[in-house]
Every structure is written in C-alpha cells, then in structure tokens.
C-alpha cells in the first residue's frame, strides 16, 4: 500500500497528503481515486479474511479481533518428526519477509528425536533451543503448540516441551570415564543400588568425572564398606590435589558401615573430580572390595 498519488496530492512533512476543496478561497481538493481506496480496502479486508473471519458489514470490530489473534503467526506444520514443513498466510518469498524478533507459533505433528528443521517455503531453517543450542529428542513434542522467535539465522524456542529430568541414569558407578556433552544438564547415579549391588572392585581412575561445561555442579557420593573392614572414609577431590569434602567412616568392629559426601563446587572446563576412600590415612580410588553410588548435578 502507497499514500495517495495524485497529481492534487500535498507534500506535508515530507509525505503526500490529503488537501480539503476550499471552494472560496479557490482552493481545490485532493482528488481520492479509486486506486487509493481500492488498496485501502484490500489492505484491511485482506487482513480480515486472512485471519479465517468473513467480512461483515455490522460487525466493526473485526480489524481488532484478527489483530489480538495473532492468527498469521500460526503454522500448522506437517512433515515427519525433524524434518517439518509449514506455510504462513501471507506466503513468505524468502525469510528477509520475517522481521528478526517476530514470534511465530507450530503445530508439531510427530515429536522429535533430534536436531531439527523447519520449512515454511524459502527453504530450510533450523530450530534451536532457548540457549541457541541444537534440540534434544523430546524438546518438540506431538500435537502440541510450540512458540519460536525468529533470529535472523533460526528459530529459537522460547520453552521446550520437555519437563527437567535427568538425562542419563547410572546404575553404578561406570566402569570407564565419562564427560558430560553440552546439551546435557543432569547426570545422576541410582544411590538405591548402594545396598543392594554387587561388590565392586574399581580401578584407578574409574570414578572421575570431567566437565565440558563450566559451572556450578552438586557432587554426591556414598560408600558401603564391606564386613570387618578396615575404617573407611569417603571424600571428593578435584583436580588430583583440592579437596573438596571429606567424611569418616565406621571402625573395623562395625558389621558394615555407610560413608555419604556431598558438596558444592564450580568447575571448568577440562576440570575433573574423583571419589576416593581412605584407609589408615591413605586416600584410594581403587583397590576396596566395596560398593559405591553418588551423582553429579549441574546447576542450571
């Protein structure tokens, strides 16, 4: 749509505007065109229609309505899980059409399993999670709405569908080391198994941990000494040398004895932590006939 373009137009401000007839004073008016009034119709009416509603003529509120809507937001995508499709009304030609900021909203027809795509015409664009990282499975989920907000590059969800959990479960301690990816959040040890597992012997090494994300991280560990053994303690070590915590544990005399840790601590990347025991003042990872459990939670 233009301002009106007749010769009679005025320039006010910079912009042609409309001119009242002053017949007295021999002023004439701006003629209003056809043209001019045909566009101003379209662009309304359009609008109207574009938002599913019919125009009617007593009803004079149907500009505000298609408006609170947000209806040419909406897409109804299609496409299996990962790979969708959709189209906006109005079409786009190529994604320069979407403002950067514009807050669009898709119907995901099959949950994803993994890094996705989405095509509304001009081609293939990613989706991306609030941090701008790459979906995990289940961040798109069936027959649900998801809201994204396109950045120029992709579109970045503003939630995922996903409910926090825990991304991996352990049900011992593993038997080789183990880093954390960058899309995953939580790592967490069945401490049940604590009781009930099999006697583990581990060897050096078998119990570190390292960051490839930076930030806060909970650490938990707990260890079950087997009948008549020597006195236990348990501790958690970063690094090979900085103590972060430490517990005693129970005499020889004890039947059996449980030794739990827990701390706070901040790492780095490439930092590592390890849970040890100790026995008449010697600190181990390996070498006790025993039975360990313990988690690592990174704080988001």
Sequence with gaps: MDRIAHSSAVIIGGKRQFRSKDTEAGIPGTVVTATHLNAEQEEIVGFIESTTQAPNGAKLNQLAIGIRSQRLNYVLCTGPANAYAGTLNPVIASYADLIVGTEL???????NTGDSTINLGPGLVYFRSPR????????????????AIWTGVAMQLTATAQVPEPDINWRAWPTANRNVGSGVTVIQLDAAEAGSSPT???????TKFTATVPGWYML????????GAAFLGAGLRKNGSVNLTSQGGPQAAYTQGT?????LAKLAIGDYVEFYASAGGTDQIDGFSTTFS?????AT
């Design 105 to 111: 909203h898709f119907w995901i027809p099959a949950t």
């Design 132 to 147: 701008g990282a790459v979906l995990l499975p289940g961040d798109l989920k069936q027959d649900t709405f998801t809201t």
């Design 200 to 206: 583990m012997t581990l060897g050096a090494g078998l």
């Design 220 to 227: 938990f560990g707990s260890i079950v000494s087997a009948s």
């Design 259 to 263: 030794v739990t840790v827990a701390t």
């Design 294 to 298: 313990g988690s690592f939670l990174k």
